[in-house]
């Protein structure tokens, strides 16, 4: 067993875990942080994507313990007070879900690439979510929720940049 | 005021929780005291069980059980299949876990439950079995043949089933005609892959049982576990809570929901299983695998005279809830749009040593409309016609309708020449086609195809007749009831059971819209068989066209019933009142009114009632269809194919669809989106492959081609509304069409960009390297590809297809 003290969605929690531990797990079962949801075995579904230090990782492919001393926000962890990240806004007004199951993953991967892009293309939007499947919509509301979301979380300055 | 709520693009309801993760995913739940389940799976397609030690796995740390198929071989029963095509179908045993043989790889054959899910993963290493290796069977047409090795033994052939449908005189439609059509295509075999893997908890509580479980069938699972294990119906409780999609795969009464509910039983305590990806691929069951020979006849201006369709159905091993109906769906659709004058339709079903198959989003109806669709633009080349225009020249005119087809169904409504019209508009057809000239005449070495889908289906699963005519085991009715509370609000429970087709805000706008009460008053509950008490669930595009309708008709018996009480407490004849905006009122005195609230009020306090109604306000609704629905439409696509390299890009996709009267036009939309991603995948990237020995080679999704975003064009989407007339609310099904329409759409676009090569199929899924290999002729002269070696678009094909 090793000691972990990871900060999760704003909350410290200290643990022993065994060393194999993956981080989705640590999450879902020790943590009860069962928003972030299980798709693959292999990394390719992006269903369990969380931000680790801010960086989008997918947390079936990440130890607990190489979380230890780092932050991570799941989807749990985005709006405030009730209210809805403009990422969430926008998935729900541009129906850029169904089932729902990809959408936490889905949702982190968008803000992480819009964390490196704050005006991407629809191409750039698809190929960064490209490790992210959905086998409800086809995606074409996702790309459109994810440039909804990106106008709406652009500063002043990234606008200006983007409408000059 | 209320507004018009049918028809509105309301944001659904279901997201608040989905989009924050305040879920309720079946592998969520852990009540205090859960076990783990982890299950060992045959590795072999096929092979006698000599022997499974067990002990070393037994005395692992936090390990309470280990068993094997021998110790649950009194009380694990077999698992149903409801659909006994024929009286003298051959029906295999088929135990939740292998006892003495198994019969593909994944097959369960013991199983650990312990204190966590590694504990339980850990164990599975260390038992131990002895395995004795049978042949693998897993070519349908070796399969047939004299001397195959057989997947049952007992059985004494591996041929399943043959099912016959014949109308009209095929050989007087053969004989003599001018231009006859003989292809063979395969539909291959693909894996559902629902974004949730199956998971199940069962929760016993004396000697009662709470089943959690990640299904599309709540009800249907419920008295089908109690007729597996002989736990009393009332016993059981099922609930489907949050499901991740379905596509069919969770249409199912699974192997691993008997023994986690016979573990419960025996360990008295909750148990809990999750599959992982990698074996769900093996386990979850598949869908399409096809081999289809086909042979149309027409006549020189087009006219098609008559279809004989032969297939072979790839059955698996075992036969699961409908898995030899299936391919029977798409017995009544081969015909298509299409008139004819004779139809022959014959499938036999056959045993493999592979995962069984079942019920895969369309179920019969996309390899159908595979096949005719594929064959009009077969057609329209060999007589140098326009795709479009031998289609038109076939189909059913919109005036025709009500219109008895040649496979016996009566479609109820359409209109063809609308959609196609749409569809041609979008598309920019003329433009692209003179694209196309202008690439074939450079020689382009990137060609451009365009592929016509002009298609129906038969949804909205089913009325109960029908079923019982094909020796389906149960009806295709749906049930609603309708509450509307002491204080105003109203509560709609329903039967279908949705697992992202989102029931929640569309049953909520059709009671608004009926009631004249504001949405938000509405509360949708489903999908537990304590909360909803009965149900066929949902599959089969059946939950708006069956469900919605059921729900209709609640709230008309609803109204009904109010009036009356209205009536008695405005002193006023029921026949001199109207209902408008959620308010009766006397004809003509407007203020001399009450609420539906107010009703509800009074009903419940029931102080006051008319003489022998019942106290409260509320009705239910068991709702049998008359007739399937018929959604239609017209797809095109333009793909660019390089014939360097053979991938194919998709530039445009144009999809109109009828799907009659759209009660929120976002939530079908969005249907259509994802059904064209799931064709387009089957046209493209998806194919469950085994090799020579019976193993799955596509166990992971980095083998098996589930396209992502970067993978898929954007879509151009539009509809034409002809409603049905079958339902009084004018709906039909969209939950499959763009899955149906969308495959041939696809494969007709590269073959179109590639005629001029001589090519005239490239089979599914169409990899760069298969593209390719058409290309170089398949055992055609050397040389190379040279356009116009074979003629094209415009010239009459000789040789074999006579």
């Known amino acids: ?118 005006a991407p293309s629809d191409e750039e939007i698809r190929e960064g979510l490209e490790g992210n499947l959905c086998r409800c919509t086809g995606y074409q509301n996702i790309v459109r929720a994810v440039r909804r979301a990106a106008r709406e979380m652009r500063t002043p300055a990234q606008e200006r940049e983007v409408t000059s | ?112 439950v312990a204190r966590d899910r590694y504990a339980a993963a850990d164990a599975l290493e260390a038992i131990d079995v002895d395995y004795e290796p049978l042949p693998a069977v897993v070519d349908m047409e070796e399969a047939l043949k004299e001397g195959s090795p057989l997947v049952h033994e007992d059985l004494g052939t591996n041929k399943c089933y043959t099912w016959v449908f014949e109308n009209g005189d095929l050989d007087a439609a053969m004989r003599d005609a001018p231009v006859v059509i003989e292809r063979r295509y395969v539909q291959q075999r693909l894996i559902p892959t629902a974004m949730e893997p199956r998971a199940v908890l069962c929760v016993p509580e004396g000697d ?277 509370l002491p204080s105003g609000k109203v509560e709609v429970v329903t039967g279908s059971s949705a697992h992202g087709q989102g029931h929640e805000t569309a049953w909520a706008q059709i009671a608004a819209d009926r009631l004249g009460v504001p949405f938000e008053d509405v509360k949708v509950l489903h999908g537990d068989t304590a909360v909803s008490p009965k149900g066929m669930d949902t599959y089969g595009s059946r939950s708006l066209a069956v469900g919605g309708v059921a729900l209709y008709g609640a709230c008309d018996k609803v109204i009904d019933k109010a009036r009356k009480v209205a009536a008695h407490l405005l002193e006023a004849d029921e026949n001199d009142l109207e209902f408008s905006g959620g308010r009766f009122h006397v004809k003509g005195v407007a203020e001399q009114g009450r609420t539906l609230q107010e009703v509800a009020a009074a009903a419940f306090a029931a102080h006051d009632l008319p003489e022998g109604l019942e106290p409260s306000l509320d009705a239910e609704v068991t709702y049998d269809p008359d007739n399937f629905s018929f959604p239609h439409g017209t797809h095109l696509c333009a793909a660019e194919v390089d014939t360097e390299t053979g991938m194919v890009r998709l530039r445009t996709y144009v999809a109109v669809d009828d799907v009659g009267k759209v009660v929120n036009p976002l939530i079908v939309e969005g249907q259509v989106h994802g059904g064209l991603a799931q064709g387009i995948a089957q046209a493209l990237y998806e194919e469950a492959v085994y090799d020579a020995e019976g193993n799955l080679t596509t166990t992971t999704m980095a083998d098996y081609l589930v396209p992502s975003a970067a993978d898929l064009p954007e879509f151009t989407t539009d509809r034409t509304e002809t409603p049905a007339t079958s339902n009084p609310l004018g709906v039909k099904g969209v939950g499959e069409a763009g899955t149906i329409a969308s495959t041939p759409a696809v494969v007709n676009a590269i073959v179109d960009a590639l005629r001029p090569y001589g090519v005239r199929d490239v089979p599914m899924p169409c990899t760069p390297e298969r593209v390719w290999r058409a290309l170089q002729g398949d055992g055609a002269p050397e040389g190379g590809p040279q356009p116009g070696a074979a003629g094209g678009l415009g010239s009459v094909q000789g040789g074999d297809a006579q």
Request: overall charge negative.
């Open chain 2, 1 to 112: 005021m209320t507004v018009q709520e049918i028809g509105t693009p309301r944001r659904r309801v279901e997201d608040a929780r989905l989009v924050t993760g305040r879920t309720r995913w079946t592998d969520n739940m852990q009540p205090p005291g859960t076990l783990y389940v982890a299950f060992l799976r045959s590795p072999m397609a096929h092979a006698r069980i000599n022997s499974v030690n067990v002990s070393a796995a037994k005395s692992r740390p936090n390990v309470v059980a280990v068993l094997t198929g021998a110790d649950f071989a009194d009380e694990q029963g077999s698992l149903p299949c409801a659909w006994p095509v024929t009286e003298d179908m051959k029906h295999p045993a088929h135990p939740p876990m292998a006892v003495d043989e198994v019969r593909y790889v994944g097959e369960p054959v013991a199983c650990v």
């Open chain 2, 208 to 484: 009662d049982f709470t089943v959690y479980s990640a299904t599309q069938i709540p009800h249907i699972l419920r008295l089908m576990l109690a007729t597996v294990t002989g736990i009393p119906e009332h016993r059981l409780r099922v609930v489907a809570p949050d499901v991740g999609g379905g596509f069919g795969s969770k249409l199912q009464v699974y192997g691993e929901e008997v023994l986690c509910l016979l573990l419960a039983r025996r360990l008295g305590r909750p148990v809990k299983w999750t599959e992982s990806r990698s074996e769900g691929n093996m386990a979850v069951h598949h869908g399409r695998d096809q081999i289809q020979r086909l042979r149309l006849a027409a006549d020189r201006d087009g006219r098609i005279r008559g279809l004989k369709v032969d297939l072979l159905a790839d059955m698996g091993a075992y036969l699961m809830l409908v898995t030899p109906g299936i391919p029977l769906l798409g017995a009544f659709m081969f015909n298509g749009i299409y008139k004819m004058d004779a139809y022959s339709f014959t499938c036999t079903g056959v045993f493999t040593t592979k995962t069984p198959t079942d019920a895969y989003r369309g179920a019969g109806r996309p390899e159908a409309t595979f096949a005719i669709e594929r064959l009009m633009d077969e057609l329209a080349a060999e007589l140098g016609l326009d795709p479009i225009e031998v289609r038109r020249r076939n189909w059913i005119r919109h005036e025709e309708f009500p219109y008895e087809t040649v496979a016996g169904l009566t479609y109820d409504s359409g209109h063809y020449e609308a959609a196609t019209d749409k569809a041609l508009q979008l598309f920019e057809y003329d433009k692209l086609r003179a694209e196309q000239a202008d690439r074939r005449e450079r020689r382009d070495p990137v060609q451009l195809g365009i592929g016509v889908s002009t298609y129906t289906e038969m949804c909205g699963l089913a009325p109960s007749r029908v079923l019982g005519s094909l020796s389906y085991g149960a009806g295709g009715w749906e049930h609603a009831s309708v509450r509307v």
């Open chain 1, 1 to 118: 067993m090793t000691r972990v003290r990871v900060e999760v969605d704003g909350v410290t929690y200290e643990d022993d875990v065994e060393p194999r531990l993956l981080l989705v797990h640590y999450l879902r079962d020790r943590l009860g942080k069962v928003g972030t949801p299980i798709g693959c075995d292999t990394t390719n579904c992006g269903a369990c994507t969380v931000l680790l230090d801010g960086v989008s990782v997918k947390s079936c492919s990440v130890l607990a313990v190489q979380a230890d001393g780092r932050q991570v926000t799941t989807v749990e962890g985005l709006g405030i007070d009730g209210t809805l990240h403009p990422l969430q806004r926008a998935f729900h007004e541009e129906h850029a879900l169904q089932c729902g199951f990809c959408t936490p993953g889905m949702i982190m991967a968008a803000l992480d690439l819009l964390r490196e892009n704050a």
